[in-house]
Nanobody, 115 residues
Framework: QVQLVESGGGLVQPGGSLRLSCAAS????????MGWHRQAPGKQRELVAL???????NYAASVKGRFTISRDNGKNTVDLQMNSLKPEDTAIYYC?????????WGQGTQVTVSS
């Protein structure tokens, strides 16, 4: 099994920054993808950013240039640095791990952008 533990999130003013972190433990396959999705109230869950263990990234168009995903393969962690936050970034952010036969989601962490 694979377990994910998320940290970070909270309330921030528009234009501010937040950093999310996610640590994976358990049956970690060497070839995997980790990253973040988000779900706003009344909307479907959507991709934010993903990164393979080889460093290939995929960002949603809405966050390109503002968010940066990074990984530490040795620690099986993935971070999301979020800058220039906007009210429309408000959502529950979910960490995701895909590798081997696993497609695991974290419990989610709330990000609220409001003045």
């Amino acid at each position: 099994q694979v377990q994910l533990v998320e940290s970070g999130g909270g309330l921030v003013q528009p234009g501010g920054s937040l950093r999310l972190s996610c640590a994976a433990s358990g049956s970690i396959f060497s070839s995997n993808v980790m990253g973040w999705h988000r779900q706003a109230p009344g909307k479907q869950r959507e991709l934010v950013a993903l990164m393979s263990n080889g460093g290939v990234t995929n960002y949603a168009a809405s966050v390109k240039g503002r968010f940066t995903i990074s990984r530490d393969n040795g620690k099986n962690t993935v971070d999301l640095q979020m800058n220039s936050l906007k009210p429309e970034d408000t959502a529950i952010y979910y960490c995701r791990f895909v590798g081997g036969r696993y497609n695991i989601w974290g419990q989610g962490t709330q990000v609220t952008v409001s003045s």
